[in-house]
């Protein structure tokens, strides 16, 4: 499923080097990456040549600490490499490029997926190579005409000018259920269309490039923790509020899977909120109120002139019809927003985080209205817990930029890198 690319990057000692790099935006002293790596100055020397020649690195002056030889400063090439992400949501299709630092470089919000997930992604893959020629972005695949002894115009001799702006790969959110392994979205309730797809198998025979697959809200919280520069040693609780709800939680940096990527799937979580019986036979299930549709239905029901046909559509009439006053669109908003406090109490006694952030699209459409009710039915519990509440700034983007992160993570890794070549051994 993945692999190509793994030879550019380079051995483990290489990834360590290069991650400890990347995570000092600002640059980081050769001697600091001695002392930090554990490596011998002799092997970091080796490396940092190695990645200055590949266009990885870059030096950024000297820097004097103490006796001694002053210290070069190195610095990660963000438009070095870069990478794709897709966020397959049911409200939209988002695709990104993001640099080495995870940073966006451009990103398209293409139309909500159809019945025909083949058009769909058709394209995507239009998109992709559209995105690909605006910038002047060259598939890894391409890349051997690259390599020392030719520049970037081709012409042999001299000093090989580094290749730039290489993408790596494709990194894909999607919903729940999905196969990570396989590459197969499976049957994720609101993408009646995309079932059973292997997305990562078409995706990879139509670009050439490597494709990573995984849960969207892993990926919308591994967004959060790239963009935001987090710190890793915080506890992060993720709240995704699309056509349903979905949480994730993140500790040391990197996003909690489980055994087989579903961790997160809240939709059965106990409200306590009365309400009908769910279709799992119980009671007052999260879903029953975190469901954009029933949202609109609620409000729809009680009087609300919205057509519930186009559910984006109609979320975005109804987050308007709220704003305006409209008392049944208030009270529907209310009864959802109430279910999320109710999840949020649930989760943070579950995961004690330091960090709450609640994003997704259906969040997006309810703002303002949404930070503001959340914040005020939190406060009471949050103050004093020594955890702080956050709205996503990523907007419809956050998927898929964390899907490029996590392709990147993987790349990257020294210790995810080796597992990854140990499988491609096996
Ligand atoms: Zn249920």
Not at 62 to 73: A, L, Y
Not at 227 to 248: D, N, R, W
Request: aromatic content about 2%.
């Amino acid at each position: 499923m993945r692999g190509t690319s793994m030879a550019d990057i380079g051995s483990y000692n290489e990834r360590l080097v290069l991650q400890m790099i990347r995570a000092a935006p600002m640059g980081i002293s050769q001697s600091q990456v001695v002392r930090g790596s554990g490596l011998s100055r002799q092997t970091v020397s080796l490396i940092a040549r190695r990645l200055l020649r590949d266009g990885l690195i870059e030096t950024a002056g000297q820097r004097i600490s103490g006796p001694g030889k002053p210290t070069t400063i190195l610095r990660i090439v963000a438009e070095s490499r870069w990478t794709i992400g897709l966020h397959v949501d049911p409200a939209h299709l988002t695709v990104v490029l993001c640099d080495l630092q995870g940073e966006a470089v451009d990103s398209t919000t293409l139309a909500a997926p159809t019945e025909d997930a083949s058009a769909d992604l058709d394209r995507i893959v239009t998109e992709i190579e559209r995105l690909l020629a605006l910038h002047d972005a060259t598939p890894i695949h391409a890349l051997p005409d690259l390599l020392p002894g030719h520049s970037a115009d081709g012409e042999e001799q001299g000093v090989p000018t580094p290749p730039r702006r290489v993408v790596l790969g494709i990194g894909v959110a999607a919903p729940a259920p999905l196969d990570v392994a396989a590459g197969v979205i499976r049957t994720p309730p609101w993408l009646p269309g995309w079932h059973q797809m292997p997305i990562v198998e078409r995706l990879e025979a139509a670009t050439g490039l490597p494709v990573l697959l995984d849960k969207d809200t892993n990926a919308a919280l591994t967004g959060e923790i790239w963009a935001g520069h987090l710190p890793s040693e915080q506890t992060v609780l993720y709240l995704y509020l699309s056509h349903g709800a979905g949480s994730a939680v993140s500790a040391d940096g990197r996003v909690h899977r489980g055994g087989s990527t579903q961790a997160g799937e809240i939709g059965h979580l106990p409200t306590g909120l009365t309400d009908e019986r769910c279709r799992c036979g119980r009671y007052g299930c999260l879903n029953l109120f975190t469901d954009a549709r029933r949202m609109v239905e609620r409000a729809t029901t009680a009087g609300a002139e919205i057509s519930p046909d186009d559910l984006p559509g109609a979320v975005d009439a109804l987050a308007a019809a709220a704003q305006r006053g409209d008392a049944a669109a208030l009270r529907a908003v209310e009864a959802h927003l109430q279910a999320v406090v109710a999840a949020l109490d649930i989760l943070a006694r579950v995961h004690d985080p330091q960090r709450i952030i609640v994003g997704g699209p259906v969040l997006a459409a309810l703002q303002p209205l949404a930070a503001q009710q959340i914040r005020a039915r939190t406060a009471e519990w949050l103050e004093g817990s020594g955890c702080s509440l956050h709205f996503s700034e990523l907007g419809n983007a956050a998927g898929a930029i964390g899907a490029a992160c996590l392709f990147l993570e993987e790349e990257l890794s020294p210790r995810r890198g080796l597992s990854a070549r140990a499988r491609g051994r096996a």
